[in-house]
């Protein structure tokens, strides 16, 4: 079990020399605002939550952290499904609330650099007047923060890439108080250790990003819709391997199970069939390229025994054909108010896609189990979202959980697609790395000596009993 020094009021006192005192806060409503992500994991308070509103202020408050062996948690927006900002040894929240400006637009060069804390959602909408996006899309408003610590992904990534493949520099504040510049705004970077990409997906663990330069894309002149319904799961993944095949390049490729789908019916009245449905996106820079893109995918639906297909181009019907898709969580969740939610997140190489879906599919059915699968199937990954009420509905959750981890992990896939490692997923770090564990630790050793940074996730060993501490 690790150990680390309290916040005593004479750190508080500092802490607000460093930020002013205006950044600096123990009031009860902040503490308990950032006690928990949107996770089943247990909320645990910090014992101070600060604002920092400079790179130099974070640098300052960690040098001063480090010297005291206090923790640090670095706090996007807290839309984290697997605990990964839970201050679970309390210590120092650092909320990057108050950094979300946009510094600089490089519009000739399709680059943005920006504070960590602006959302992904409001970032996207000063570029569109620049006729450009941040590709990464992980559905809530998530901090470009929290989405490089996380490594996030989402709907778009089938063709965009993850937050991994949209960044090209950041500015990093070491454990020890050092400001340091990670990549560079050129493209192409074959200059040293790649320490850019160390970063990303390091959940705040290794240095906090106070500054990033993000790829920018044009934003799609034509866009199409389709969603099918197919009679069984096998059949729609089936459809998502045949797409992925066909050289389409969707820019969206998503699967919701047929209880889903029914739950979106029955509680909103979705316009949706009790029926394994994909949603696809395309992007095209002419109207030509994608009424062909639409009319292949159209096919490749109606040969895998499609029950329906709707196909538009118009904006109006791609946004209500979506609706579903891009509120199924919170439809999900205000359809069973008395219910909480276990997400559970894994990929697998897309050809092992249609046995990990029939894995899962057979799990529910075998233990009479209420779940819904949505997944970025294009990517090859899915989310299992269970509701559950009491210890037993959890103990059950958790069950399926590990099985469909292990047999993920079978097929030559990952704990974890998207959402990260965090809390939930750390007890499967030795298994899937092997002695490419040590090789983290090492790497964490030589960052952050003290272990002052976001302690209690990635590592088995770190993380603590929450009751217990
Ligand atoms: C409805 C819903 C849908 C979602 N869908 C997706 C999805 O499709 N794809 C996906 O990938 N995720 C998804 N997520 C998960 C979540 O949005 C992502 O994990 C996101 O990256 C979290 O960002 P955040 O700003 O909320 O960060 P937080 O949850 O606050 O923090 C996440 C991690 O980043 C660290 N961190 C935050 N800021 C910094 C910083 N400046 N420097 C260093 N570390 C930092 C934290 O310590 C923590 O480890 C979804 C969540 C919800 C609630």
């Known amino acids: 079990m690790m150990s680390f020094n309290p916040v005593t009021p004479e750190i508080i006192q500092q802490l607000k020399n460093l930020l002013g005192d205006e950044h600096v806060s123990i009031a009860r409503a902040d503490i308990d605002l950032h006690a928990r992500d949107q996770s089943h994991h247990e909320a645990h308070p910090a014992e101070v939550v600060i604002f920092p509103t400079t790179a130099g202020g974070v640098a300052d408050v960690l040098k001063l952290a480090n010297s005291h062996h206090i923790t640090v948690t670095p706090w996007g927006v807290g839309t984290g499904l697997e605990g990964n900002s839970i201050p679970v040894y309390g210590g120092i929240l650092m909320s990057f609330e108050r950094m979300d400006q946009i510094v600089a637009v490089h519009a000739d060069d399709f680059q943005v650099t920006v504070q960590p804390g602006i959302g992904h959602k409001d970032l996207n ?181 499609a029950l329906s297909i709707h196909a538009t181009t118009d904006t109006a019907e791609r946004k209500r054909l979506w609706h579903a898709r891009h509120h199924s969580y919170e439809i999900m969740v205000r359809s069973q108010p008395d219910h909480e939610f276990f997400i559970m997140d894994v990929a697998v190489p897309i050809s092992a896609y249609p046995a990990l879906i029939a894995y899962v599919e057979g799990l529910k059915a075998e233990t009479n189990t209420t779940a819904y699968m949505i997944g970025h199937a294009g990517d090859g990954n899915v989310h299992v979202e269970f509701p559950y009420k009491g210890q037993a509905e959890y103990d059950n959750a958790m069950r399926l959980n590990d099985l469909i ?27 899937e790395h092997g002695q490419a564990l040590d090789v983290m630790r090492s790497l964490k050793a030589a960052l952050d000596p003290n272990g002052i940074l976001n302690p209690g996730k990635i590592f088995p060993e770190s993380i603590p009993s929450i009751e217990g501490l």
């Open 125 to 305: 909408a000063e570029l569109a007047r620049h006729g450009l996006f941040f590709a990464p899309d992980p559905g809530a408003n998530a901090t470009v923060g929290g989405m490089l610590a996380n490594n996030a992904s989402g709907i778009r990534t089938v063709k965009y890439g993850a937050s991994k493949d949209n960044v090209l520099r950041m500015q990093v504040a070491l454990a020890d108080g050092r400001l340091i510049e990670v990549g560079s705004r050129s493209v192409k970077q074959a200059s040293g250790y790649d320490l850019l990409h160390l970063f990303v997906g390091s959940e705040g663990t290794l240095g906090v990003i106070t500054e990033a330069t993000l790829k920018l894309v044009p934003v799609p002149t034509y866009m199409s819709a389709v969603v099918a319904a197919f009679p069984t799961v096998e059949s729609a993944v089936e459809a998502v391997v045949a797409v992925r095949g066909s050289g389409l390049e969707p820019a969206a490729l998503e699967l919701i199970d047929s209880a889903h789908c029914k739950m979106l019916r029955e509680t909103e009245g979705v316009d949706l069939s009790d029926n394994p449905t994909l949603f696809m996106e395309f992007h095209a820079a002419t109207e030509a390229t994608l009424a062909m893109g639409l009319e292949i995918a159209r096919e490749i639906c109606q040969e895998l025994g």
């Open 405 to 431: 981890v292990l047999k993920a992990l079978d097929l030559g896939g990952t704990a974890t697609g998207e959402h990260g490692v965090g809390i939930g997923k750390a007890r499967y770090m030795e298994r």
